[in-house]
């Protein structure tokens, strides 16, 4: 099998890789103030109140367009997100790259993954912040 | 020191798990985050049979316990968003009624009658009528946070309009009521 030939280290950052440039390039499609995105909120569609995570897209699509600040008006957790994203972009072709050299060790590795779970829990706190105390506020 | 050794068994679906996990942990985190459950469950269902196979046959079971813990937390997410939006009916009545019981706006304003002719007041006028119309849009029943901002909007304002103009703010704590009165002095 053509997978036999990478090690799962590889083939986890080839996908992750696949998945974030996925998210780049939907948020890069659509135009800065677009509101035609494909994808709505179902909660505020039911109970026409925003969500916390109303906005991601559009604060992704004005921060790649270099429009912090509308980005962070959309959603103020987004730009910490898609820096996140970002990152992450960077890291998985450093990663790979290193791995094809065959120097990536057991520690680089468990670094990596310690590292990227720390920034993912930086990069969401806020939006989890957010979440907390609009559940609050509704109950 | 010896090292065990490990074959490949229940690496591809292990490796399967961890990237559906992954996904749905940050698909959890989006406005379709309910939608995370069927990857999520999907990569529980992958890790067990990874770690089953892991087992059996003496492979590695560490990307099968990976790949679990990243899709429990992301069906755990994906649960309370399901459960936010299984309510959002429920809280858009409550929150209906919760901005009926706090506070009213009205608007008392007679600028209109007053209106000089003279060319000096044309300006003027012309500020009181734009406040008037801000003021009009602002009447209606609002909830108490609503209603706090837009005692904090009409006081900003105040201060950017002609000094000839008051505007009179008074919450009557009985009716609930948040009366915006305008004239001229």
Redesign the interface.
Known sequence: MI??KYS?YQ??NF??LV?LFF?VFYSLVFGVGNIDYP??????N????E?P??G?SRSFTAALHGHFKLAYCYNNSGVL?LFFVLTQIVARVFMLFIESKKRVTSLVVKLDVTLSLLFFTVA?FP??RNWISF?NR?L | MLHQQYNTAGRTLGILGIVLGGIALFMSFTCIGYLALIPSVSAIVLSILSLRQAREYNGNKNLGVAALVISIVATVIALIWLAVLGSATFWKNALEKKKGDNFKIELKADLNDEEDSSDDDIEFNEALKDLEEELGDLEGIVDSATSEKIIKAVKKAKKSVPKRIEVKITSESDSDTIVIETRRE
């Open positions: 997978l036999n799962n083939i986890i996908s992750f998945v998210v994808v709505s909120c179902a909660f505020k039911i109970a026409d109140i969500c995570s109303c991601m997100i969401f939006l989890v559940i509704l």
